[in-house]
Structures are given as structure tokens and as C-alpha cells.
């Protein structure tokens, strides 16, 4: 009686293999069919979210091409504004009208309505025609002179970038100054 439960058993084994090997390429077809449309719907909707403007990458894109006007002594410069929180934070209070001090012939600075984010890159060493945020006293400065010294902790946080004509804070004494945002 166990041969013939084995012949049965491996016939049953050869029938479920032989509907197994049938349904084989249907398989297949399926799951490559599955594989396409899910290309086809990602890809759509790649090309759908790129139509749409990212709020995020506007907003970054707005302070990196955002000009300020700086008026003084009758002259007007143009600066670009930095990339970063602080920056943002700067021009949200223009315009302003404010009074800048000398400080060791390099720099004018002048105090700020507002703490500002200190959100933004800090650094030791300035440039030449940058406006950077001094965060623990609550100012901006002007740099119009390298005297090849560092900016002691917790450093400077760049706000902008003046194109040219920084010389004209090169003068003895307090200077008033307008910055404003250019239309």
C-alpha cells in the first residue's frame, strides 16, 4: 500500500509543477507590467512636482538675488544680500536709517532695532566691502579697510556683499547712513 501512496503523491507533485511552469509567464507579464506603470506614474509625477515652484527654493532663491541700496555722503552703492537666516532676518528690518562709528579704521558699524538670528555662517575674518552681523552687541558693521586682523569669537555672520565703492566709508568719524531694499 505505501508504493502506491508515493506514485500518487509524486503525480500530485508533477501536476502542481506542470500549473506552476503554465502560470510562469503570466507571472512575469504581471510584475513587468507592474514595473512599467509604476516607471511611467513616478516619472509623471517628477515631471508634475517640476512645473510646481518650491516655495522653499523661492524663498532662498529671493535673498540670494535680493539687492539693497546703501546711501551716503550723497553716494549710492548697491550690495547683494547673503543666503542665510540672519541675512533674511537683517532685511526684514530696512529700511534703516541709522548713524555708523569708526572702528580701527577698517570699519563703520551701527546698532540694529532688533537682535537678529544668528542662524547664519560665523566667521573670523572679513572681507572688504562686506556687511556682517555682530551678535553680541546687537550691530551690523561695514568693512571698507583689511587690516589683516581677526574678528574676535563669536565672530562675524555675513548679511552682504557691497559690488563696489566701499571707499566712501573711509572717512573720519560717524557717517549717516540709509540701507534700504532697491526696487
Not at 532695532?113 to 553680541?136: H, M, Q, R, T
Not at 569669537?153 to 531694499?181: C, L, R, Y
Amino acid at each position: 500500500m505505501k508504493p502506491m501512496l508515493d506514485a500518487e503523491h509524486e503525480m500530485n507533485r508533477l501536476t502542481i509543477a506542470t500549473s506552476v511552469k503554465k502560470r510562469v509567464p503570466f507571472i512575469v507579464l504581471v510584475l513587468a507590467a507592474s514595473l512599467i506603470i509604476a516607471a511611467v506614474v513616478g516619472g509623471a509625477s517628477k515631471a508634475v512636482n517640476a512645473s510646481i515652484p518650491n516655495p522653499k527654493r523661492t524663498s532662498s532663491e529671493k535673498s540670494q538675488n535680493m539687492k539693497m541700496k546703501i546711501s551716503i555722503g550723497g553716494k549710492t552703492l548697491t550690495a547683494i544680500l547673503a543666503d542665510n537666516a540672519t541675512a533674511r532676518d537683517f532685511a526684514s528690518v530696512l529700511p534703516l536709517n541709522v548713524m555708523m562709528k569708526d572702528l580701527f579704521g577698517r570699519e563703520k558699524y551701527g546698532d540694529l532695532p532688533k537682535a537678529l538670528s544668528k542662524n547664519g555662517p560665523s566667521k573670523n575674518k572679513y572681507e572688504v566691502g562686506e556687511i556682517a552681523y555682530w551678535s553680541p552687541a546687537k550691530q551690523f558693521a561695514v568693512y571698507y579697510h583689511q587690516d589683516g586682523e581677526s574678528i574676535p569669537s563669536p565672530g562675524i555672520i555675513p548679511i552682504a556683499k557691497i559690488d563696489a565703492g566701499t571707499e566712501v566709508f573711509n572717512v573720519p568719524g560717524s557717517v549717516k547712513v540709509m540701507i534700504e531694499i532697491a526696487k
